[in-house]
T-cell receptor, first 118, second 114 residues
Framework: AQKITQTQPGMFVQEKEAVTLDCTYD???????LFWYKQPSSGEMIFLIY??????QNATEGRYSLNFQKARKSANLVISASQLGDSAMYFC???????????????FGTGTLLAVQP | ETGVTQSPTHLIKTRGQQVTLRCSSQ?????VSWYQQALGQGPQFIFQ???????GRGNFPPRFSGLQFPNYSSELNVNALELDDSALYLC?????????????FGPGTRLLVL
């Protein structure tokens, strides 16, 4: 069964520093996608970054990058130059990639609460 | 802004009642998914609708049901509410192209069952 593990319940980082949020996953499918979402206290899940299992390069989106280590089954999120507005819950999620119209459900981890300190 | 809206934002019901939550998808998105997020947990997949048909279901009982309309808006209905149904309910719309899609979430509806 697919599973996402986030072992850091909470993290502190100083403003302007970089921070890495850990995510490991388990799947037997060769084709899958990995996502990171940010959830502020308002509740909305905000899409940050996507990595496909066959992508050769690590995904980057502005200050966000995904450190994808396929052999270790890890997909850590790196946030560079942290800002106060980055304080939120961060969720790692996985989805099987499929082409047969099957369900594209996301499986989420339990999240990491990031607090950016001035 | 994801273009996905949900209503109501908050709701209080009593055990045994029924509730309908609504979601308006991003324009052009043909797929909507619903998730339940209990306090302190990650979202759990309830079901997904694709072109008005249920396209997969998570481990939720039949009293959780849904509809998707031709304009791609959708509803989540929960009958016989239980205390454990108290949660944040999130809908996500997406456009599936060649098996690839990113789900964009609405702000959620916070349901409290007393």
């Amino acid at each position: 069964a697919q599973k996402i593990t986030q072992t850091q319940p909470g993290m502190f980082v100083q403003e302007k520093e970089a921070v890495t949020l850990d995510c490991t996953y388990d799947t037997s499918d060769p084709s899958y996608g990995l996502f990171w979402y940010k959830q502020p206290s308002s509740g909305e899940m905000i899409f940050l970054i996507y990595q496909g299992s066959y992508d050769q390069q690590n995904a980057t989106e502005g200050r966000y990058s995904l450190n994808f280590q396929k052999a270790r089954k890890s997909a850590n999120l790196v946030i560079s130059a942290s800002q106060l507005g980055d304080s939120a819950m961060y969720f790692c999620a996985m989805r099987e990639e499929n082409y047969g119209g099957a369900t594209n459900k996301l499986i989420f981890g339990t999240g990491t609460l990031l607090a950016v300190q001035p | 802004e994801t273009g996905v809206t949900q209503s109501p934002t908050h709701l209080i019901k009593t055990r045994g009642q029924q509730v309908t939550l609504r979601c308006s998808s991003q324009s052009g998105h043909n797929t909507v998914s619903w998730y339940q997020q209990a306090l302190g947990q990650g979202p759990q997949f309830i079901f997904q609708y694709y072109r008005e048909e249920e396209n997969g279901r998570g481990n939720f009982p039949p009293r959780f049901s849904g509809l998707q309309f031709p304009n791609y808006s959708s509803e989540l209905n929960v009958n016989a509410l239980e205390l454990d149904d108290s949660a944040l309910y999130l809908c996500a719309s997406s456009l599936v192209v060649a098996g690839q899609e990113t789900q964009y979430f609405g702000p959620g509806t916070r349901l409290l069952v007393l």
